[in-house]
Nanobody, 124 residues
Framework: QVQLVESGGGLVQAGASLRLSCAGS????????MGWFRQAPGKEREFVAA????????YYTDSVKGRFTISRDNAKNAVYLQMNSLKPEDTAVYYC?????????????????WGQGTQVTVSS
C-alpha cells in the first residue's frame, strides 16, 4: 500500500511559479507510475501530468505543455510538479496519484492511491 501527501500549494499571481511535492510511503513506491490531477470547483477531476516509474516517459495535458514539468526522485519516494507561467485557469486542488500500470493512464479511476490534495490559487 502507498500513502501520498501533497504539499507546496498556495496563492500566487498570474505568471508566477510553484513547485508541488508529493511524498510517498512504502517500499514499493518506486514501482508505481505517478500522476498529477487537478479539480476546480464544479468541474471533474482532470489529468495534468504523469511519469513512468523509471522517469523515462512523461506525459502532459495540452494546456500545461511547456509550462509544467513532472519529475520524481525514487530515492526520496517523491514526485514533483514544477509549474511555471501560472494562469488563473490553473486554479484548482491538485492531487497526486499512484498506479500499478506501466504506462500511466489519464483517467482517474485507473489510479490506485491518492493524496488529499493541495490548493493552488492563481490570481489575475
Amino acid at each position: 500500500q502507498v500513502q501520498l501527501v501533497e504539499s507546496g500549494g498556495g496563492l500566487v499571481q498570474a505568471g508566477a511559479s510553484l513547485r508541488l511535492s508529493c511524498a510517498g510511503s512504502g517500499r514499493t513506491f518506486s514501482t508505481y507510475a505517478m500522476g498529477w490531477f487537478r479539480q476546480a470547483p464544479g468541474k471533474e477531476r482532470e489529468f495534468v501530468a504523469a511519469i513512468s516509474w523509471s522517469s523515462s516517459n512523461t506525459y502532459y495535458t495540452d494546456s500545461v505543455k511547456g509550462r509544467f514539468t513532472i519529475s520524481r526522485d525514487n530515492a526520496k519516494n517523491a514526485v514533483y510538479l514544477q509549474m511555471n507561467s501560472l494562469k488563473p485557469e490553473d486554479t484548482a486542488v491538485y492531487y497526486c496519484a499512484a498506479t500499478r500500470k506501466t504506462i500511466p493512464p489519464r483517467l482517474p479511476y485507473e489510479y490506485d492511491y491518492w493524496g488529499q490534495g493541495t490548493q493552488v490559487t492563481v490570481s489575475s
